[in-house]
């Protein structure tokens, strides 16, 4: 079982909908989790980066953790074709633990 | 600011050769990790460096790999008599308070 899976996809929603991303993971010592953009040929960036449980909101995104679950979540509101990219999820602990991604959702957003 | 930059950005390559991957991150930067990215696939950890530190290679896959990075700077991978495997996206990032700056990526391609 891998540390962290994620759904490849390729998600496909019409322009304004809302859109719902997911990972789950097995190791509990993981505290900071990220969402990172990838468009075609081009490097990672990150988009959200969360510490411990909870909600972050920054304008049409938010990443909500569910530690007691090993779940987490980016929604995307709104969506425009301007978002369509591979979503990976990170996710990292303290003590020198590496950042351990997972596989990317394709995302396709139709105008 | 100038980003994180890799050269070259295409290489292909007859199996059984050697390749060079460079990595110039930003400046002041002082911790860098070199991924793998294959098609499908999360970011698989290859090494990490952080400051005057032993680097942690645990990543690398077979012996054939090896980085080094000089004068805390710029990085090489070099990977030794390529194989077909070895054909994959492979980024780098540096780091500043722990976020992950990446670069373009050097796309392989062993024929």
């Known amino acids: 079982q891998k540390e962290v899976e994620q759904d490849p996809g390729p998600l496909s929603v019409p322009e304004g909908a809302i859109v719902s991303l997911n990972c789950t993971y097995s190791?509990?010592?993981?505290?900071?989790f990220m969402w990172y953009r990838q468009y075609s040929r081009k490097g990672p960036e990150l988009l959200m980066y969360t510490y411990s449980s909870g909600n972050k909101e920054d304008g049409r995104f938010t990443a909500q953790v569910d530690k007691s679950s090993k779940y987490i979540s980016l929604f995307i509101r709104d969506s425009q074709p301007s978002d369509s990219a591979t979503y990976l999820c990170?996710?990292?602990?303290?003590?020198?633990?590496?950042?351990?991604f997972g596989a990317g959702t394709r995302l396709f957003v139709k105008a | 600011g100038a980003g994180v930059s890799q050269s070259p950005s295409n290489k292909v390559t007859e199996k059984g050769k050697d390749v060079e991957l460079r990595c110039d991150p930003i400046s002041g930067h002082t911790a860098l990790y070199w991924y793998r990215q294959s098609l499908g696939q999360g970011l698989e950890f290859l090494i990490y460096?952080?400051?005057?530190?032993?680097?942690?290679k645990s990543g690398l896959p077979s012996d054939r790999f090896s980085a080094e990075r000089t004068g805390g700077s710029v990085s090489t991978l070099t990977i030794q008599r390529t194989q077909q495997e070895d054909s994959a996206v492979y980024l780098c990032?540096?780091?500043?308070?722990?976020?992950?700056?990446f670069g373009p990526g050097t796309r392989l391609t062993v024929t």
């Open positions: 990170a996710m990292s602990g303290t003590g020198g633990f590496k950042t351990i």
């Open positions: 460096f952080q400051g005057n530190s032993a680097p942690d």
């Open positions: 990032a540096s780091i500043l308070r722990g976020e992950q700056y």
């Open positions: 190791n509990s010592a993981f505290q900071y």
